[in-house]
């Protein structure tokens, strides 16, 4: 919680007894009338009720005719202070809590409301003063410990922060919001069990607090608890955290449950029709299942509200270089390199881009530039050294080829994919396609760029039945291997059973040009 976030606290030095009264009286007597002469409990009940119903215009009204009709009553001039602050008008809420302090140095509540107006007038320190002064008249007022504690987080003191925070807790065991400020600095310290801890305390004080449930979630993702980070994001969603929504979907996915992930996507988008991320993530999710046609519908959308997202430009002119879309996606990838000209992935996808068209040149060009920024990538010196190649640099392309094996050698994560793969195609060969569906699946999610398993994940997709997730697996190995035959065929056979006959032979004609041998219909 922000300090600019924390509650005025208005006046309360008026009996309820005498406040219950004022208003019954005020009903019975129609006081409630433009009279010069009401009684001063109509003016406060009416300025209280227009402030507890938001309407902070009308409160102003009834505060300043109780000071016209009462000059010296304080607490009035406080709850003007209060709502002069709602409407906006901060120098003016300012004025009226110095008069009150002018005349009653004493009273703990008006420096913690003039401190709140301090804060929102970006002035720390000022505010950092009223605070200290409230708990030296008031010790037991756990909002002025919270807001000295959110202060001295602000200016970089974490120790301090924390004995505030725990001095507010000390004082209200039920301060849901200062237990998550001590969450978030044992997090932010290494402290994680310790942290867990404290956003269990604020939970179990206010079970509704979205932000307690997603900072524990958060903590748990770091852990590995994908199960209990899930639960948790999905608790905030329910209490109104769209951002926390979108996290559920993300450990979704990472849990290998993409249609509960995709789910989440159009549940997101349904709350957020504006929100270019939900459209992303829907995009993402739709992608992963084999659904490019899909992705570039929501990842489309989301460039049209916000086309300056690097991220989003990229996302697309990825989907649609995988759905052959190539002058479309080289157009996204551009806009990609030009909105952000230092990530390595955008130039290698674009140098992928228009090596599939047939421009090695310009993909040399773009891939040495991502090479550049990132030198740790095998698959961009692999394609480096194809499009080197076909540009008749034969020394360049084998200086390349050779960067690509070394980088793969050294590459434990590549390592570990080329043996999963090869227990896929073991299990394969014994006919056990769950088991060689779980071993390509876990080779991809290693080394998402080895066609190989990818191709050969589609095939048992295919044979599972599995269509869409079959295409778009043989599109996402064409993607990476654009002169494999093997692929376009397969992925021609799983068109063909979708009932796409356009698209089938234009894969089955592309296979018989890179390999005129292959088996074509």
């Known amino acids: 919680m922000s300090v600019t976030q924390s509650r005025f606290r208005v006046s ?23 009279e010069p002469n009401r009684p001063l409990g109509c003016y406060i009940a009416g300025g209280t009720h227009a402030l507890n119903t938001g309407n902070p215009k009308e409160a102003e009204k009834e505060f300043r005719a109780a000071l016209q009709a009462y000059p010296g009553f304080n607490e009035a001039r406080e709850d003007l202070g209060i709502a002069l602050a709602r409407e906006g008008q901060l120098d003016a809420a300012e004025d009226e809590f110095r008069k009150v302090l002018s005349a009653r140095p004493d009273l703990a509540e008006a420096h913690y409301n003039l401190g709140l107006i301090l ?28 807001s000295i504690g959110l202060l001295l987080e602000k200016q970089h003191d974490p120790v301090g922060a924390s004995d505030q925070f725990r001095a507010a807790t000390r004082l209200d065991p039920h301060d849901a919001e200062a237990f998550d400020n001590l969450g978030q600095l ?3 310290a290494g402290r994680l069990e310790q942290s867990i801890k404290e956003y269990r305390a604020a939970i179990a004080a206010r079970p509704d607090l979205a932000e307690a449930h997603q900072d524990l979630a958060l903590v748990l993702w770091h852990k590995g608890d994908l199960d209990g980070a899930e639960k948790e994001f999905q608790s905030a969603a329910r209490f109104g955290s769209a951002e926390a929504l979108l996290s559920a979907g993300v450990i979704l996915g990472e849990k290998g449950q993409l249609e509960a992930a ?27 299942q084999g659904d ?13 509200l916000d086309p300056e997202r690097a991220d989003v430009r990229l996302q697309l002119g990825i989907v649609q270089r995988q759905r052959g879309d190539l002058q479309d996606a080289i157009g996204n990838l551009r806009a990609a390199v030009e909105i952000d000209p230092g990530n390595a992935k955008s130039h290698y996808e674009l140098g992928a881009a228009l090596y599939r068209a047939g421009d090695a040149a ?9 090479a550049s920024l990132d030198s740790k990538q095998a698959q961009t010196f692999y394609l480096l050294s194809r499009a080197l190649d076909q540009e008749g640099n ?12 070394r980088l793969r050698h050294s590459d434990q994560h590549y390592a570990q994919a080329v043996i999963q793969y090869d227990l896929g195609v073991q299990q394969l060969q014994t006919g056990n396609l769950h088991a060689a569906l779980v071993a390509f699946q876990s080779a991809v999610s290693l080394d998402p760029g080895l066609a190989q398993a990818r191709t050969n994940l589609g095939a048992v997709l295919l044979n599972l039945g599995n269509l869409t997730g079959a295409v778009g697996e043989f599109r996402a190995a064409i993607d990476i291997e654009p002169d494999d035959a093997r692929a376009y065929y397969d992925l021609g056979e799983a068109l063909a059973k979708e009932g796409d006959a356009n698209g089938a032979r234009d894969a089955f004609q592309h296979a018989a040009r890179l390999d005129p041998q292959l088996r074509t219909q």
Not at 121 to 127: D, H, I, L
Not at 268 to 279: G, H, I, M, R, T
């Open 12 to 34: 309360a030095r008026l009996l309820a007894s005498v406040m219950a009264s004022a208003l019954a009286a005020c009903s019975a007597s129609g006081a409630q009338s433009k």
């Open 119 to 146: 804060i929102q007038q970006q002035n720390g320190q000022a505010a950092l003063i009223e605070f200290r002064k409230a708990i030296y008249l008031k010790p037991d007022y756990p909002e002025a410990h919270e």
């Open 186 to 188: 044992d997090a932010q």
């Open 262 to 288: 995709t789910a989440v996507g159009r549940r997101a988008v349904k709350l957020l029709p504006s929100d270019p991320d939900s459209y992303l993530f829907l995009g993402g999710s739709l992608e992963q």
């Open 292 to 304: 490019l046609d899909g992705a570039a519908v929501e990842l489309q959308r989301a460039a049209e």
């Open 362 to 370: 310009g993909a040399a060009t773009e891939l040495r530039r991502s």
């Open 394 to 405: 034969e020394q360049a392309a084998k200086a390349a080829l050779l960067e690509t094996e």
